[in-house]
């Protein structure tokens, strides 16, 4: 397992962290959870076509938010 430590914030090296863990690992493993607190993170994510999840407190604004979207895309079956 690959770790930065607790005090660690994703603004000083976790794209650079994730690149080099991602050619260590190759295609042999899978990432499946990184506290990420940053768009430049959430970017790496998406240039390198990576899916990711964002999980947030459900909070009453965040909530209303929500109920307006109208295209959710279904992550598993039911």
Avoid: P
């Amino acid at each position: 397992m690959f770790s930065r430590g607790v005090n660690c914030s994703s603004t000083r090296g976790a794209v650079e962290f994730l690149k080099e863990a991602l050619a260590l690992l190759g295609c042999r493993h899978w990432i499946r959870v990184v506290q990420a607190d940053s768009d430049k993170l959430l970017s790496f994510f998406e240039e390198r076509g990576l899916s990711y999840i964002v999980v947030a407190r459900l909070t009453t604004w965040l909530e209303r938010q929500a109920a307006q979207i109208r295209q959710w895309t279904e992550l598993d079956e039911k």
